[in-house]
């Protein structure tokens, strides 16, 4: 019969597939504040927050890779997916490469940590409040929806999204954008080409440094606070309160300046022009430096 023909490769399919898709299903005690730390190399990561005391890990294993397990105890639990075989040496280098991709789904306590660092693979994170979140990825989108005190978070190609309120933030990528409408006291961003595009305050510390990115800020600033923004040839649109009270330094060296506040002027020599400005009583600092990019500052609530 011709069935009988392709029996053994049906079989071999299945075979390859159930070693290539092994499904995970882990659960472990955890504190209401546990730090959880992920690695994986390809494939993607989501977690989110519920209200139960454990950590919950589903999703399928990718071939290749050893079997999942947790280390650690309830304050503190590591998953790391590796590859079979792995034992340290250089023998192994490219056996990463060789491993299928590997989805987890996670759940976890609201008052978790996280500690996240992915090559190739998305990041999603849902519902943590209160702890702090620390995440990497060379070429992942990373997604948080959080209360945070402290995040994290640093991408090569993959862009950033913040949901939620961070009080504070650095946030570092080379091509991928930045998108935080929520940042609070203090914000670290930067972004070689990048777009930038941030709201929140009142700012104590902001520094803001891009090179062909444009940025858009929105915010205030609190009192004695500074703001420092560097840009190479990115445009700059900043939009602060009518009741700022700081004072304002920018320049631009060919691209065009335009202010709300104070008025602009030409360098003596050159195509530059600067602006030197107060607003309200001047209790913060605002430097804004451009080359090439135009810088807009506007007054708007």
């Known amino acids: 019969m011709k069935t009988a ?51 919950q890990v589903t999703g399928r294993l990718g071939e290749g890779a ?34 299928g ?4 789904d996670v ?20 519902g943590i409040e209160g702890g702090k979140i ?18 994290d978070a640093e991408s090569v190609s993959g862009s950033i999204e913040l949901a939620g309120f961070a009080q504070k933030v650095t946030l570092q990528t080379v091509s991928g954008d930045i998108l935080a409408p929520a940042v609070g006291n203090e914000a670290e961003l930067q972004t070689v080409s990048g777009r930038i595009r941030v709201a929140g305050g009142p700012w104590s510390r902001l520094n803001l440094s891009t090179v062909s990115g444009d940025v858009q800020l929105t915010g205030g600033m609190a009192p004695n606070g500074t703001f420092d923004v560097d840009s190479m ?12 009270s700081a004072l304002i330094k920018a320049n631009s060296f060919s691209g065009d300046l335009r202010s709300d ?5 030409k360098v003596e020599h050159g195509p530059g022009s600067e602006l030197h400005a107060t607003a309200g009583k001047g209790n913060a600092t605002m430097n804004i430096e451009s080359f090439s990019g135009d810088v807009r500052i506007k007054s708007g609530d």
Not at 135 to 150: D, F, M, W
Not at 233 to 243: A, E, L, M
Not at 261 to 265: H, I, M, Q, R, S
């Open 5 to 55: 023909r392709y029996v053994p490769v049906l079989l071999a399919l299945c075979v390859g597939q159930a070693m290539a898709d092994t499904p995970i299903n882990l659960t472990h005690d955890a504190k209401p504040n546990v730090r959880l730390s992920i690695s994986n190399v390809k494939g993607s990561v989501t977690v989110s927050a519920w209200d139960r005391n454990q950590v």
């Open 66 to 99: 050893k079997p999942l397990e947790f280390e650690g105890d309830d304050k503190s639990l590591d998953l790391r997916i590796q590859p079979m075989g792995k034992n340290g040496n250089w023998f192994n280098w490219n056996s990463d490469a060789n491993m």
């Open 101 to 104: 991709s590997t989805t987890l």
């Open 107 to 126: 759940r976890v306590p609201k008052g978790a940590s996280l500690d996240i660092d992915l090559v190739s693979a998305p990041l999603s994170i849902d």
């Open 134 to 151: 620390d995440v990497h990825t060379v070429s992942g989108k990373i997604r948080v929806n959080a209360k945070s005190p402290v995040i």
């Open 233 to 244: 040839s990115g445009d700059v649109q900043i939009q602060v309160p009518t009741n700022l």
């Open 261 to 265: 506040f104070g008025t602009v002027k």
